[in-house]
């Protein structure tokens, strides 16, 4: 609690951010504790970054620690692998996952593989913070999610947020790793306005540092019938629908994995083994995916299914531009409960 | 208590837009607290609360803002 906050008993004791301010003070944060932290990327300095991931550290830091690079991903991003195996601790933006084509190599190849190839003598501690996400008309090469593409390659961490707690502390989580960490962020939570927020994306966020642990998913909403299971944007779809199940009478149970990889397979594990029915929600291309791989998991487990586990995803073609073909292809709330309510169909009239 | 948008917020005469509210009306905020943000030109500046009470949003996000406009209610 603030000082304000508990002078002031009849107030909120909130202080409210959005994503993209949590992950802007988690970075301020980390240059003021470590003059190795830097922040390189487009646009990342006097505009405080595209979807606002650097607000206000080109005016604290400088433009020595704060680099606007030109538009050149392969240039930049090898520049940090390099920084990083010399024992700075760069993070990176590549402003749209969608552009990591041009510098994949220096991704997969070395900072991935640096930590093993060298036996443990050189560490690759950079964060990789990259947009993922479309619902707004941008196209195929500007709304893609590609958490799969990433989450399957060894060496690679990755995360991603539902709200500007878990960004603030998942974001300090992955400044301090010795290995690089993917760290996504979805446009429709950011908080830039012009994409849309969503509302439950906005929270408490304390001032001072914290971290979120890697590699573990929260149980955002307990419920004993069906287990849903998001990431980032999902996570908001399914605790919509959960809303409307409860009204039903289907208590479900909504999973938030904040890590794609590692992946808490004990989280998945232990709440499907009490609802016995499993819902994933991804908004990534549907196979070989991420939901592929919660539902792959699960069965992996002795679970005396109910019902064959499902999943809600986006369909194998590119995101299509206009809007009447975009929208019906993504996961929604509806879908949610269209699916829940099939998978339980014996608790329905 | 009126939330109004200072009126040097960003100096030049032209709109912004709110680009989201951090408070749901409804809900009950603190002096000073930070409770929405406003876009001008791509830069993102701050609105905050000039009291404590009971928020009500009179202009909803997303939409285009001048200086000095009323955006909401605070009832103590």
Not at chain 1, 297 to 315: F, K, M, N, Q, Y
């Amino acid at each position: 609690m603030t000082a304000t906050a508990t002078a002031t008993a009849t107030a909120a004791p909130t202080r409210r951010l959005t994503i993209a301010k949590a992950m802007s003070e988690a970075i301020g944060l980390s240059m003021d504790a470590d003059p190795k932290v830097i922040v390189l990327g487009e646009d990342i300095g006097a505009l405080g970054g595209v979807f606002g991931t650097t607000q206000g550290l080109l005016e604290r830091f400088g433009a020595a620690r704060v680099r606007d690079t030109p538009i050149s991903e392969t240039a930049f991003i090898g520049a940090a692998v390099g920084l990083a195996a010399a024992g700075m601790r760069p993070i990176v933006e590549l402003m749209f996952v969608d552009f990591f084509g041009v510098c994949m190599d220096a991704i997969y190849n070395l900072a991935a593989k640096q930590s093993y190839f060298s036996g443990g003598h050189v560490c690759c501690p950079m964060v990789l913070m990259t947009s993922v996400g479309g619902g707004y008309g941008d196209a195929g090469q500007h709304s893609q999610c590609l958490y799969a593409t990433f989450a399957h390659l060894p060496g690679l961490k990755v995360v991603m947020p539902s709200n500007a707690y878990d960004a603030k502390g998942l974001m300090l989580s992955a400044i301090a790793d010795a290995n690089p960490v993917v760290f996504m962020f979805h446009k429709a939570l950011q908080g830039m306005g012009w994409l849309g927020t969503v509302p439950g994306s906005i929270v408490h966020v304390p001032s001072e540092m914290y971290t979120v642990p890697i590699g573990r998913a929260a149980t955002v909403r307990p419920g004993r019938d069906i287990t849903l299971v998001g990431l980032g944007l999902t996570v908001h779809l399914a605790l919509q629908a959960a809303t409307t199940l409860a009204a039903q009478g289907i208590e479900a149970e909504v999973i938030d994995l904040r890590s794609i990889a590692p992946l808490d397979r004990e989280a998945i594990a232990a709440s499907v083994a009490k609802t016995r029915r499993l819902i994933v929600v991804d908004d990534d291309y549907r196979s070989f995916g991420v939901s592929a791989e919660v539902i792959a998991g699960a069965c992996e487990g002795d679970v005396d299914w109910l019902s064959a586990p499902a999943r809600i995803t986006h369909p194998d073609v590119p995101i299509p531009y206009s809007p009447a073909l975009e929208h019906p292809l993504l996961p929604s709330a509806a879908k949610i409960v269209e699916a829940s309510t099939r998978l339980c169909h014996d608790k329905v009239e | 208590m009126d939330v109004i948008i200072p009126v040097d917020l960003w100096g030049e005469d032209g709109d912004a837009v709110i680009a989201t509210w951090l408070f749901q009306s409804g809900e009950l905020v603190s002096p000073g607290a930070v409770l929405a943000e406003v876009m001008y030109e791509k830069a993102s500046m701050e609105v905050t609360s000039p009291g404590a009470g009971r928020l009500t949003i009179l202009v909803e996000a997303e939409s285009p803002v001048r200086q000095g406009q009323l955006i909401g209610r605070i009832e103590t």
